[in-house]
């Protein structure tokens, strides 16, 4: 009887679960969104296939739709089922980003069927182009923007981000999400900055060198290479910078005011001048403190003019204060004094030393 | 069995109609010797003695022999098992065991003098369980010799060595040997008495005897060990386990068992025990990699192919892109390929077994991939998994592995992972319900005995191995005594 059931329960259960059998389903890696014509979202996707020869052939496809899902309807060149389970990277137009993107992220969110790595990017141009374009990568553009921003973050210097931590930083007060601007030049892809997001809309951005700053800033963070250019005209190459990061926030509730000291390690690597002494260590650090404090005051001022909280100092706020009031805190944030200490240590600078 | 029980109602009432009755069959002997002084009557079984024996030994001693009672020739006949008796049922009996039976006067009362001829092979390095290190000494066919050998590595008054007869036709002695003491009463009772209940008319060999004794003879596992080491017997014997000999067997059956043990080669225990560990987990990873590799191969191609990397996609989807079957298909035919071969090889003499090896394995596998019919991910993967299926060290446990892993192909299609997970937790309450002569099968594991564990997924050393299992309940608990007791009587020479 309980044999009997088993296979009974297999045979009833088959209808139950869609078989994606793997080479018949059409995977996606990577979708584009732009403004489509009459408020419609405009889809692209870029599609492999695989030939015996383990050869890649991507073929892009386009759809107009008003809901994201709804694109895949209209996606009539496409065998079916599409399924989004290796989904990488989603990008949007910056068109798009400053309408507000989270009705499309949210699909995503709620799909069990998708990742939780998914990057999200913003295309400086449009999106579509961007994918449709045969750049000769090797392994197609999806899984190669995936690589392009999951080793930025690992080893360059671009602060954590992904589809999660973008609908964390949207739905959390006090704090707003960042995503890389990605770029299409003549023969590549480049990633020029970071997005700046009031909740769902895009409203300004930081430059290469900004982001750098922004994610030693921002968190603990260890980073890639940074070079720095010394008032003498030298140049001096950082490597392994390592920051530590706390943030101080006094009187939350009636009179804040907001303290950021950042510790940072590195080790030089590189040094145009001559001899690279005690002295000039010490100058390299110095100069090194006052550039990341320049910055940081600029880019606070920046986000406190903007009325964004990239740094999630209201955050920060919350959890140092006793019954915390969100409403007060937005009303004051653009003019709370924030400062910012930073201290260098050079570590090493080569075997020779 | 009606039919034997019939004919065994129809018993003759004397010897002489005995000796009419075996007439019948050609090897049956029943010769007269009226002409010599002292008339006599030798009756045997020409096929069962050894007439050597009977030439030399007894005929000129009968000759010779002036006296009239059988008295008097049981003295002097130079042959140890020798008895006199008038009963019918006896003497069939002894006949048919390769006795002489011997009449001097008219009447029932015989002498029975043994002379049966014992012809077995010689003794041979074992051939399936096969160690590099170790003893070289496998059992034979003859229930003698095999007791002899255990004996012999185990001289020790208190191995106990209990006969029993089963088989209403065959009527095979088999013997079970255990150490008292070391092995539990109550696992020696429980066999004593299911060979005592057996019923059946022919034991072939002592795997008959293995499936008749199992606790759940639906269960695809193994509850007892078939071996032909001696080692492993007398090891085992010593971990408190009782051994069945079978005559006419050159296998021995071990019991009780736990599962662990079957993944365990004797050659483990002649091996460094940080080495043996290390093998011992390679041996529990290959058999859980064999089982499941290809059913998941099935699960994540039909339902989740997320979960393979981005960067095996492409050699995977490219490797299957002109594939004309599903993966169940495809894996079904290479799986059953790959069995085909295992059975043709198992069938075929040594030699041309040799050539269908590299028939099967390299012409059909490279033939399939070129004929597109599978994937070579997937030749990898099942050929991996049949070499890894055939390092478990106990033949019947080869096999259940070589067999659970096709229902669990067709879960895996018909529910993906779920329907993986869910042939395991099968799998895993089947065993957690299962027994071994009344022990858990999961022993050292569930339930658990940690105190057994320095034996189980891996060795410690023999000086850690102070106390016996607890599985086998024995009334001795240690192996051996203490190392700071004994130095207490020690003397070294720096002492002095």
């Known amino acids: 009887m309980k044999y009997c059931s088993l296979i009974v329960l297999c045979i009833l259960l088959t209808g139950c679960v869609a078989e994606e059998i793997i080479d018949e389903v059409p995977i996606l890696f990577i979708v584009g969104y732009d403004n489509g014509k009459e408020g419609k979202i405009k889809g692209t996707i870029s599609l492999q296939t695989f030939d015996p020869n383990q050869e890649v052939e991507t073929r892009s496809f386009e759809a107009e739709a008003y809901t994201s899902k709804g694109l895949r309807n209209q996606l009539s060149g496409l065998p079916k089922p599409i399924s989004i389970g290796k989904m990488a990277v989603l990008l949007f137009s910056e068109d798009m980003a400053e309408e507000g993107i989270i009705d499309v992220l949210d699909s995503f969110l709620r799909d069990p069927a998708a990742g939780r790595l998914i990057y999200v990017g913003v295309v400086e141009g449009s999106a579509g182009e961007l994918i449709k374009n045969e750049f000769q990568y090797l392994q197609g553009i999806g899984p190669f923007l995936q690589n392009l921003i999951k080793q930025s973050i690992e080893y360059g210097n671009m602060p954590q981000n992904n589809i999660h931590l973008f609908d964390y930083k949207y739905y959390g007060d006090g704090m707003d999400p960042v995503v890389p601007i990605l770029k299409k030049e003549k ?16 409203v300004g951005k930081l430059n290469l060198d900004e982001m750098f700053m922004f994610a030693l800033i921002n968190k ?43 510790k940072l390690n590195g080790n030089i690597v590189e ?33 406190q003019e903007l009325g964004i909280d990239p740094f999630s100092i209201g955050d920060h706020a919350r959890s140092q204060t006793r019954n915390f009031d969100f409403k007060k805190w937005y009303d004051r944030y653009p003019d709370v004094p924030v400062t910012i200490d930073v201290k260098v240590n050079i570590g090493e600078s080569g075997i020779i030393d | 069995m009606k039919w034997f029980k019939k004919g065994a109602s129809e018993k003759p009432s004397t010897l002489e109609e005995m000796i009419k009755d075996l007439k019948q069959s050609i090897d049956f002997v029943a010769y007269e010797n009226k002409a010599s002084d002292q008339p006599y009557r030798l009756i045997y079984f020409a096929s069962l ?17 002036k006296s009239k009672s059988l008295e008097d020739l049981k003295g002097i006949l130079p042959i140890e098992n020798i008895e006199i008796s008038s009963e019918l049922s006896v003497i069939q009996e002894r006949l048919l065991e390769g006795y002489l039976a011997i009449q001097l006067s008219r009447g029932q009362k015989v002498l029975l003098v043994n002379i049966s001829l014992r012809k077995s092979r010689d003794l041979s390095a074992p051939e399936i369980e096969f160690s590099v290190m170790g003893p070289k000494e496998g059992l034979v066919e003859d229930l003698h010799t095999n007791m002899n050998l255990i004996r012999r590595r185990i001289p020790h008054p208190r191995l106990r060595m209990k006969e029993i007869t089963v088989g209403t036709i065959s009527k095979t002695k088999v013997v079970v040997a255990f150490i008292e003491g070391v092995a539990s009463e109550q696992n020696i009772n429980t066999v004593m008495q299911r060979l005592e209940d057996l019923d059946f008319d022919i034991i072939s060999d002592s795997s008959f005897i293995g499936q008749m004794l199992e606790d759940n003879s639906l269960s695809v596992f193994p509850q007892m060990i078939d071996t032909e080491r001696t080692d492993r017997i007398t090891g085992h014997m010593n971990f408190g386990a009782f051994a069945i000999l079978t005559e006419g067997s050159s296998n021995a059956l071990i019991g009780p068992i736990n ?42 191609l039909t339902y989740h192919y997320e979960l393979f990397p981005s960067k095996l996609l492409a050699t995977l989807i490219s490797s299957r892109s002109d594939i004309p079957f599903s993966p169940v298909i495809e894996v079904f035919f290479l799986e059953v390929t790959i069995d085909l071969l295992r059975e043709a090889g198992a069938r075929m003499p040594t030699k041309v077994g040799q050539t269908l090896g590299i028939v099967g394995g390299i012409v059909i596998g490279t033939a399939a991939v070129e004929a597109s019919l599978t994937s070579n991910i997937l030749l990898i993967l099942v050929a ?10 106990v033949y019947r446990m080869t096999n259940t592995i070589r067999f659970l892993r096709y229902p669990l192909i067709v879960f895996a299609q018909f529910l993906g992972l779920i329907g993986v997970a869910l042939f395991g937790l099968f799998i895993l309450t089947h065993m957690i319900r299962l027994t071994s002569f009344g022990n858990p099968y999961l022993a050292p594991l569930y339930p658990p005995r940690v105190k057994d564990w320095y034996d189980s997924f891996f060795r410690l050393p023999y000086v850690m191995q102070k106390n016996r299992f607890q599985f086998f309940r024995g009334k001795q608990t240690k192996r051996f005594e203490d190392k700071k007791k004994r130095q207490k009587h020690h003397l070294d020479f720096d002492e002095q």
Not at chain 1, 235 to 248: D, E, G, P, T, W
Not at chain 1, 276 to 302: F, N, P, W, Y
Not at chain 2, 49 to 65: A, F, G, N, T, Y
Request: with cysteine.
């Open chain 2, 259 to 300: 599962f662990g043990q079957l993944l365990v080669s004797f050659e483990d225990y002649y091996l460094g025990w940080n080495i043996a560990s290390f093998f011992r987990v390679v041996r529990m990873i290959a058999i859980l990699a064999s089982i499941i590799a290809t059913p998941l191969y099935v699960a994540v």
């Open chain 2, 384 to 393: 991996l998994s049949a070499l890894a299926s055939f390092t478990t060290p």
């Open chain 2, 49 to 65: 003695v050894d007439s050597e024996q009977l030439h030399r030994d007894i005929l000129p001693v009968i000759k010779e022999c």
């Open chain 1, 220 to 262: 603990s963070f260890s980073a890639g290479l940074y070079e720095l250019e010394l008032p003498d005209g030298e140049y001096a190459n950082l490597q392994k910078i390592k920051s530590k990061v706390k943030y101080k926030v006094k009187n939350g509730n009636t009179n804040p005011s907001v303290n950021i000291s950042i």
């Open chain 1, 271 to 303: 040094y145009t001048g001559d001899k690279l002494s005690k002295e000039t260590k010490q100058e390299i650090a110095k100069t090194l403190e006052r550039k990341v404090k320049a910055h940081g005051d600029e880019m606070v001022k920046k986000f």
């Open chain 1, 187 to 202: 023969t590549e892809v480049k990633i020029t900055g970071l997005a700046l997001f009031e909740d769902e809309k895009m």
